[in-house]
């Protein structure tokens, strides 16, 4: 039991005006009695009860005497219908601070002698059941024939064709095919005698203006500047009150220059069409 100061009691028990009752990091000026709930004893005010076990009387500087506490009853007994009215502790909850989980480390690819991983593959969907049909286009950068094969491009009036492919560091180096030297570059040939690099394009996956794009560019470039950075996406586009496949030539950053289709007709007819999903480039006549 706590040790009072008896000038803090009136003559009939109840605490003086100027006690302050002292309970957590909050300080509760009381007036009301001591009382006792179901044995216990608790000091409160404005119906806020503290256990006294709890507490320390704090004193104003007017009360600096150590009188010993009075003999009389000072606790008397209260219903128990005011226990519901007793403070209860409350629990303070600790904030957890997340971590942020830190992404693995992506480990460079490593390509063979010319930084080539391996083939990059189109969706079959794309492809016409036969790969020597073409997609028609009303006009196109390379001509108005595209065919379309599982890793590769090919645009017969140019007699262009650009094999897909993923790269990573050449291999025995820690350099990918854009860092290494010019002189290294001119040495790498296929096996026909061509340049690597004149034809071949490294592709991947973006998402761009709410389509999938498949993105081509040089392998020798890290940055898409030369003509090989392109752009193709396939979809199905309502035509005539017809659902056609049409597939989408465009920029680097996926706005369409042609558009190719899988007739003649529908090329002729809706080549200069632009469909509301799809963004164009300035250059789409």
């Known amino acids: 039991m706590l040790d009072h100061d008896s000038s803090q009691y009136d ?11 002292k309970a957590g990091f909050k300080f509760y000026p009381t007036s009301s009695p001591i009382k006792t709930i179901n044995g216990q004893q608790f000091v409160g ?65 490593i390509g063979d002698k010319h930084g080539i991983v391996k083939h990059f593959t189109l969706p079959k969907s794309w492809q016409r059941t036969n790969y020597k049909k073409p997609w028609y286009a009303s006009k196109g950068y390379w001509g108005p024939k595209l065919l379309v094969y599982p890793s590769a491009l090919e645009y017969p009036a140019s007699n262009l064709g650009i094999p897909l492919c993923v790269t990573g560091k050449v291999k025995g180096t820690n350099k990918y095919p854009w860092q290494m030297s010019k002189t290294w570059k001119t040495k790498q040939r296929d096996i026909d005698g061509r340049s690597i690099f004149a034809h071949y394009a490294r592709c991947k996956w973006r998402k761009l203006h709410g389509h999938k794009w498949v993105t081509l560019c040089s392998i020798y470039e890290a940055k898409p500047t030369s003509d090989v950075s392109q752009a193709i996406t396939c979809h199905y586009e309502k035509i005539g009150g017809k659902k056609h496949k049409v597939l989408f030539w465009g920029t680097y950053g996926g706005k369409v220059r042609y558009q190719y289709f899988t007739s003649k007709r529908l090329a002729k007819k ?10 164009y480039s300035s250059k789409f006549k």
């Open 11 to 21: 003559a009939n028990g109840n605490i003086q005006p100027n006690a302050i009752v």
């Open 45 to 109: 005010f404005n119906k806020v009860y503290v256990p006294l076990s709890e507490v320390k009387p704090v004193y104003s500087s007017a009360t600096t005497s150590n009188k010993p506490a009075p003999a009389a009853n000072i606790n008397p007994t209260v219903n128990t219908s005011d226990a519901e009215n007793v403070a209860t502790p409350v629990k303070v909850p600790i904030s957890k601070t997340k971590t942020k989980k830190k992404k693995a480390k992506k480990h460079a690819l």
């Open 270 to 279: 809706y080549g200069h069409h632009k469909f509301a999903d799809m963004h």
